[in-house]
């Protein structure tokens, strides 16, 4: 899969996005790299597309431009889209229509008006009804093939919030999605320790709006980065030296003893050409980790597990939050 950041600013300010610990500059991609990657991506067989990372998709003004240069230019590849849902307004939902996205998720992540703002720094009242117009069954699979709401499970959600929550997407007839807390390299608090197995990140590729193909969503400032897609091709970078190596040591079960993944808990497994029996060791340790801790789906509120809590620092989700700089407020929806 290729990641593609067409922009690096948001409308929001959940206290669990590396958005609000950021301090590389938020830009939108120009349209020329834009155009160069998805180019690029013609000259093999891809999988998925997601034009997003560390950013609000729906804030950048190019973006229905880019979602049909997508679809024009890949029309076998799947598209999936993240978004917050605050500018999916009714016009843009409408244009949307058609698009041919195969995933759209909207990450709610509470039903609480005033827990989400407190989270999110936007009115629940607005996400809602735009959310309701998107599902509504006239246009639901019109939109995409899959709409999604998505819940980022933090240590005080509680099961009454997250039945709230799953009850709201069977009544607009969508499919729920609860994800445990991932720690971004220890900048976020987190109860979910650090697995062993190899991670999904190592056979995608994440492109920050800059064009530094960072190691994955959780290294938001391009710090252990594979290489840049302005002096590089997207297989280039692929197949530098710096990516097999990642590739090399989770493949290897050496996870832990490489930076930064030995202290981040993203839980999503990969078994990717890989040989049989390592493929059978990969799904039993991730079948192991998922029975154990329960990463998605409903659970109880919990803390922060003792084997985890010595690897990163104590620092409180709220206190990350910082404020927005005279050029980053919130964008218009369109």
Known sequence: MVAVETTSRCNATCPFCPYNVRVRDKTHMTDELFAKIIEECREFPLEQIEPFLNG???????????????????????????????????KRIDELCGMGL??????????DPVKYE?????????????????????????????VHLRMTRMEDTTLEEQDNFIAFCKSRGIKP??????????????????????????TRLDILSNGTVTLCCQDQEGEYAWGDVNKQTVLEVYRGVVASRYRDMH???????IEPCGTCNLFWPSADEMPLHKTAKVLAQAGWYFLRNRPDGRRPPTKVCDE?????????AESLVRPRAADDKQQPSH
Do not use: W
């Open 102 to 111: 195969d995933t759209l998720i909207i990450s709610l992540n509470t039903l």
């Open 251 to 257: 493949r290897s079960g050496r996870r832990k003893e």
């Open 118 to 146: 407190t989270i999110m720094g936007l009115k629940l009242e607005r996400t809602l009804a735009n959310v309701k117009y998107l599902t509504d069954p006239v246009r639901r699979h019109k939109v995409a093939k899959n």
């Open 308 to 316: 985890h809590a010595k690897q990163i620092p104590d620092v409180p």
């Open 177 to 202: 999605m609860i994800v445990g807390l991932f720690n971004y390299k220890g900048d976020i608090n987190s109860p979910l320790p650090v697995p062993s197995y190899a991670c999904e990140h190592i």
């Open 56 to 90: 609000e998709p729906f804030v950048d003004p190019s973006i229905m431009d880019r979602l049909e240069m997508i679809r024009s230019r890949l029309p076998a590849t799947r598209l999936r889209v993240y978004s917050n849902g605050y500018a999916l307004a009714p």
